[in-house]
Nanobody
């Protein structure tokens, strides 16, 4: 099972940017490269929401986004560093939440469901406020 550690959260003004990182360890390079990763977020009193995922297709990298972040957030992976990133631009107050990284072996069409992932990080807080 992959261990995940998020970093990069913080406070930013509306319209600002942040980049979150998710460092993976505890698995072979092959396991990491064949894994899919996702970012979820959760605000107080709300359910955890899947916002972006990245997987490996046949000869390509596949990414998918929730409508709430499409066009503003970008998920990427650096297999040499075993790290997944979430670049967040044009941040809004409603983006305020705890952000979690999740991983699973292989892909899934149900990318935004918590139960599809068996590894989770501890979360990093993002606060968007003026």
């Amino acid at each position: 099972q992959v261990q995940l550690v998020e970093s990069g959260g913080g406070s930013v003004q509306p319209g600002g940017s942040l980049t979150l990182s998710c460092a993976a360890s505890g698995a072979s390079g092959y396991t990491y490269r064949s894994s899919s990763f996702a970012w979820f977020r959760q605000s107080p009193g709300e359910e955890r929401e899947g916002i972006a995922a990245i997987g490996v297709g046949i000869g390509t990298i596949v990414t998918i986004y929730a409508d709430s972040v499409k066009g503003r957030f970008t998920i990427s992976r650096d297999d040499a560093k075993n790290t997944v990133y979430l670049q967040m631009n044009s941040l809004k107050p409603e983006d305020t939440a705890m952000y979690y990284c999740a991983a699973r072996t292989g892909g899934t069409v149900r990318w935004n469901l918590e139960r599809e992932y068996n590894s989770w990080g501890q979360g990093t807080q993002v606060t968007v406020s003026s």
